[in-house]
């Protein structure tokens, strides 16, 4: 006993165990699964969207703590290099329970995120979102879903209010889709119309998760609208100086602003070495949504 005691610890010493990665997915045909798994798919379904849950935000936070020291993944040759795992587990998840609602509304949008929250894949979303309509083609969300994947993350406007104005024509669609569908074609991009699809995604939602996003993009809008009313301050108090920067307890000594200005999460604003004021990257907020038609200098990454 006393020697294999020794035996063993010698062998753990020069040969030591790899841990086990979780990162990983033995199985990536759907079908495959379904059949496996006999009459509990339900079961595995659930199973292989809490994987997929606790995937995404292990990720999004490891990818958060490297970001300073590392380039983005998703500016890699590789579109998927940052989550390789998430398409996968989506499709798994969806196979194995056709009418998983909330999967094919979340998944969506952790597929359609840019990095570093999410892959930047709005293809795979729409593609997502268009195997549920297969599945139910009555389903009016997934169609509103599919144009706000288009008109958020693709700015393809057009693209998106057809996607609405379909949505709007099937039964029991709220009234406010075809009057969301006529404000996208002629006003897409800018942040009127942007704040009415979010509010309109806000009062769709089915869960607390969905509801909470909504807000916090409403929050960004705002944040938004609250930097464009202090730049214009902040360039003339430069200007006037002759200074390249600042910060906020000069600007408060120089009745510029009357305090230490914050986003609507309450982070304060950060003030940049270029003379720009922009949401700090500890605030829930960041990073805001980029605006094809803004041409606001933004702060380098």
Known sequence: MAAAVRVQGERERRYPTQAAGSDEVYLTSGPVVRRLSLAYAGLAADVYWIRTLQYYGGTKRKLAAEL???????????????????????????????????AYRFGAIFLAEPFPNGPGR????????EKGLRERPDKWEYMQDIGFVHYWYRQDYRAASDWFDRASRLPGAPWW????????????????????????IRESAEVD?????????????????????????????????GQRSTTWQALVR????????????????????????????SSPLWPLPDEPRSTRQRPAA
């Open 68 to 102: 300073p020291l590392a380039p983005p993944p998703a500016l890699s040759a590789d579109p998927d290099a940052a989550y390789p795992l998430l398409d996968p587990l989506l499709d798994l998840t969806t196979t194995l329970d056709p009418r998983f609602n909330v």
């Open 122 to 129: 709005p293809d795979r979303a729409v593609a997502l979102l």
């Open 177 to 200: 889709l075809k009057s969301l569908a006529a404000t996208t074609l002629a006003q897409g991009g800018d942040r009127r119309s942007s704040r009415q699809m979010w509010l309109a």
């Open 209 to 241: 998760w969905l509801r909470q996003d909504a807000e916090r993009r409403l929050m960004q809008l705002r944040a938004l609208d609250e930097i464009d009313q202090l730049q214009p301050q902040l360039s003339e108090y430069l200007r006037q100086t």
């Open 254 to 281: 120089g009745l510029v602003v009357p305090g230490v200005m914050a986003d609507p999460s309450g982070t304060p604003y950060e003030l940049t070495p270029e003379g720009t004021v922009w949401v700090s990257r």
